[in-house]
């Protein structure tokens, strides 16, 4: 909110938009980077990968770091080939991708996402993705396939 004098008040509004869902109890919250309970669902919508967090997930530093590593992979990978599945930040220093088909993807802590990204995109696109596949893009300097 801004104010003007003598007479003009701006208000922006923001709406909030899920980015990750998360268990809870038999169905799925979707949530946005602040862990903000945007709607519930029976089943988890594929637009928005699972987010794996230890305690609360309002406030919880975890979901941030879950949802800016998604941000950072939003476009990067070719939907026909791989899309994030799961987000498994329980631990900030060592986030962890699964990506549907089974590859996973080691990507260390939250920051450098959108340069760990274009690096898992040029390893995806020489190494394409499959059950057994691991990217590691915890490093910038040292990407490593396995």
């Not at 903000?36 to 979901?63: F, H, T």
């Not at 941000?71 to 498994?88: C, E, F, H, M, Q």
């Amino acid at each position: 909110m801004d104010r003007s004098w003598p007479a003009a008040l701006t208000v922006r509004v923001h709406e909030r938009e899920p980015r990750l869902a998360v268990r809870a109890g038999d169905g799925f919250r979707l949530v946005d980077h602040d862990g903000v309970r945007i709607a519930d669902a029976d089943s988890r919508p594929d637009a928005y990968p699972l987010a794996r967090v230890r305690g609360e997930v309002e406030g919880n530093p975890a979901v941030a770091a879950a949802a800016s590593v998604a941000d950072a992979l939003d476009g990067a990978l070719p939907a026909s080939t791989a899309r994030v599945a799961a987000i498994d930040a329980r631990d900030a220093d060592s986030i962890t991708v699964e990506l549907e088909g089974g590859a996973t993807v080691e990507w260390g802590d939250a920051e450098d996402g959108g340069r760990k990204a274009r690096i898992l995109e040029v390893l995806a696109g020489e190494h394409p993705p499959d059950s057994e596949r691991v990217y590691d893009v915890s490093s910038v300097d040292m990407a490593v396939v396995g």
